[in-house]
């Protein structure tokens, strides 16, 4: 009988080690994952930029430039921002430009002024929802532009590979864990049979 306990003790052991490790591991994959996906979507944002840049009127009027963002938002599906050095939005592709707040304070703009490009992640109080931000300094033209999309696009695509991950992270333990659990009955019955 003491046999048989420590079999069983056993067990359960390996099988609280065994998901401790596989929610951790699932956890850990998780942040990683995310990390990578908000990587990939910023250089493809960073790209994009170049690409409208490359179209971008020489002016700061807004007249001109609200248009531009509105029609080149709706065709690369983010939201555009022209901003002036001193932080003045002079094009807007979601709304008039005209009396927004300056943006100079943003951790995006910020980082685009320091180091050429600003990138943040934050909830966005005009949509309701976590954006992904990304500020590219035009030195040359003495503004910045800012493009930003929902995070439901990184969320969507983390939750399609999560799914396929599900499977061999968690799945194959708990297969795992029940073949184990029918060896310990086949131990403690040869156990009880020869004791």
Sequence with gaps: MVRLGRIWKLYITYTIVLLVCMIAGGLILQAKLKGILEEHLTDDVVTLTKV????????????????????????????????????????????????????????????????????????????????????????????????????????????????FLTFGLYLTPIVAVIICFFFTQYMAYKDRRTG
């Design 52 to 163: 409208i840049v490359k179209n971008l009127p020489d002016t700061e009027n807004p007249a001109v430039l609200d248009p531009f963002c509105q029609a080149y938002g709706e065709i690369a599906g983010v939201r555009i921002t022209i901003i002036k050095g001193d932080g003045t939005v002079i094009g807007e592709s979601d709304r008039k430009s005209m009396g927004m707040e300056k943006h100079l304070d943003r951790i995006e703009v910020k980082g685009a002024i320091s180091k050429g490009i600003g990138t943040s992640v934050r909830h966005s109080g005009t949509l309701g929802i976590d954006m992904l931000y990304v500020a590219s300094l035009l030195e040359d033209k003495g503004k910045i532009i800012r493009l930003s999309m929902p995070m439901a696009a990184v969320k969507a695509i983390e939750d399609k590979i999560m799914i």
